[in-house]
């Protein structure tokens, strides 16, 4: 009696352990989703140095394209863009509307999608103190050197944009500016003109001088430098 009411209960129970066919995942699609290839960035690996996958650039080497920015992050360097740095890239439509779109992206939070200094975090009172452009002295090549080195509490945006980018910016920028100022508008250059620009000049354009590779030491402390010091320098 007792051997048949066991048996009853372990026939009916079954094994704790088994699986309903349409729950079970023991096969996995598309391993290489959750399996990589290739070696994760601090993946452990005997062929590396200090067995991990992350390593140092080789010495005395940059990323490809990258260019050095001669202006430096000081008083002095502003002022120097300001004065000296000229847009290389062709007033066009498309550069225009591609500096608009940029712009949107990364400066109007702050600016305001007018330039008049009102924009989402400032209207909330997240930042305060942030210009209109209609009231500042600005160049194309001093807003092209705040958007590579920052100032005051404005950080550099050379790691999120190329060269390309950061001159349609300053376009859509100076835009703006003549906007809020009442000045003539701008007008585009011709096919002609932009198919006649120096092969130099747009080769400069391509190549890419992003930040990234700077010593981080050096920038921090050009920038806190640049902090103390800015106060009789125009901000963007």
Sequence with gaps: MYAFASLVIVSCGG????????????VQYFPNMYESVGYE????????????EAQLPVEGTVNRGWLPYE?????????SAKADLKNPLPYTEENLASGQELYNIYCAICHGTKGDGKGHLV????????????DRDISQGSIYHVMYWGINYM????????????????????ALTR?????????FVTVEDVTSLDTHTEG?????HSVEMHNEDSHDGDHDSQEENHSSTEGE
């Design 15 to 26: 094994d704790s352990n088994a699986v309903d066919a349409k729950s079970d995942r023991s």
């Design 41 to 52: 960035t601090y993946q452990e690996g005997d062929i590396f140095e200090g067995n991990v």
């Design 71 to 79: 202006y430096a992050n000081s008083n002095e360097g502003y002022a």
């Design 123 to 134: 209207k909330t009172e997240k930042i305060l103190g942030v210009p209109s452009y209609a």
């Design 155 to 174: 950080g550099s945006y050379a790691s999120q944009t190329s060269i390309e980018e950061r001159w349609q910016i300053a376009h859509h920028v100076d």
């Design 179 to 187: 906007d809020l100022k009442g000045q003539d508008v701008q007008e």
């Design 204 to 208: 400069h354009v391509v190549e890419d």
